[in-house]
């Protein structure tokens, strides 16, 4: 009997796995975005046809739509993709950034909704991201020199993670993968009005810290010192469950 009952208190383990669902084989970004009354979808950017495709759960086209970028630029990051961020009309719309190198680099984020139209260029750009700010959204933009603009919109924006936990941070890095520069997102739960912010290599080694605030929703890093490759940031505090998020510096 004794030795049945140390059979039947042995562990059970079984082996992980993961599933292959699709591969994109021509796509340089792929996000999860969260539209309004629409709901998550993938969108990847084929940069060798300037094309960005927004795809359904089952990874089949749900759009597909054309940018405007000019021959020989380099594109950058596709951020704040949204269909009641900048205006009431049901069509997606999003921010698209590209470079061009010669006697002087520029950069250039364009506006622009499903059909390819452009609704806003802005020069001397290359990052846009939404901010919450008093209950309102608004558009911080980088440029070179880390010269911020900051755009008012009539809309409102869903991150990602809509659905965490009510002691949950909700991180967003975007553009995610950067290269010069990158929005380290959060939304800290109710009640938490201050936390702490470390980043980390691959290999754990923890390479900046910042303590964060209620009052503001992402910290503008300068990656310029970072090797390419993956890293992490965690939100942590008293009270909370400490979340991680992963970003890419190309």
């Known amino acids: 009997m004794k030795k049945?009952?140390?059979?039947?208190?042995?562990?059970?383990?079984?082996?992980a796995q993961?599933?292959?669902?699709?591969?994109?084989?021509?796509?340089?970004?792929?996000?999860?975005?969260?539209?309004?009354?629409?709901?998550?979808?993938?969108?990847?950017?084929?940069?060798?046809?300037?094309?960005a495709t927004l795809h359904n759960e089952d990874h089949t086209v749900?759009?597909?739509?054309?940018?405007?970028?000019?021959?020989?630029?380099?594109?950058?990051?596709i951020t704040c993709v949204s269909t009641k961020l900048f205006n009431a009309d049901p069509l997606v719309e999003f921010c698209y950034s590209y470079y061009t190198t010669g006697s002087a680099t520029t950069y250039t984020t364009i506006l622009c909704d499903e059909t390819g139209s452009i609704l806003q260029t802005l020069n001397d750009t290359y990052l846009a991201g939404p901010v919450r700010f008093n209950g309102k959204w608004k558009i911080v933009t980088t440029g070179p020199n880390y010269q911020?603009?900051?755009?008012?919109?009539?809309?409102?924006?869903?991150?990602?993670?809509?659905?965490?936990g009510q002691n949950d941070a909700e991180l967003s890095?975007?553009?995610?993968?950067?290269?010069?520069?990158?929005?380290?997102?959060?939304?800290?739960?109710?009640?938490?009005?201050?936390?702490?912010?470390?980043?980390?290599?691959?290999?754990?080694?923890?390479?900046?810290?910042y303590q964060i605030s209620h009052q503001y929703t992402d910290i503008l890093v300068?990656?310029?010192?970072?090797?390419?490759?993956?890293?992490?940031?965690?939100?942590?505090?008293?009270?909370?469950?400490?979340?991680?998020?992963q970003f890419i510096i190309r």
């Not at 759009?63 to 594109?75: D, F, R, T």
């Not at 553009?175 to 290999?203: F, Q």
Request: glycine share 8%.
């Open 62 to 77: 749900w759009k597909s739509i054309n940018l405007s970028v000019p021959s020989g630029a380099m594109y950058f990051g």
């Open 18 to 51: 993961m599933t292959l669902e699709n591969t994109y084989t021509r796509s340089r970004t792929l996000q999860v975005v969260n539209l309004e009354d629409v709901g998550y979808k993938y969108i990847s950017v084929d940069t060798a046809n300037n094309k």
């Open 4 to 15: 049945l009952l140390l059979l039947l208190l042995l562990p059970v383990y079984s082996q």
């Open 148 to 164: 911020n603009r900051v755009y008012s919109v009539p809309g409102t924006y869903l991150q990602v993670k809509a659905n965490a």
């Open 173 to 209: 890095a975007y553009p995610n993968p950067a290269t010069d520069a990158i929005h380290l997102g959060y939304k800290l739960p109710d009640g938490i009005h201050t936390a702490s912010m470390d980043v980390y290599s691959a290999d754990g080694r923890r390479i900046q810290s």
């Open 222 to 245: 300068p990656t310029g010192s970072y090797a390419p490759g993956t890293y992490f940031y965690t939100v942590q505090a008293a009270g909370m469950q400490p979340q991680t998020e």
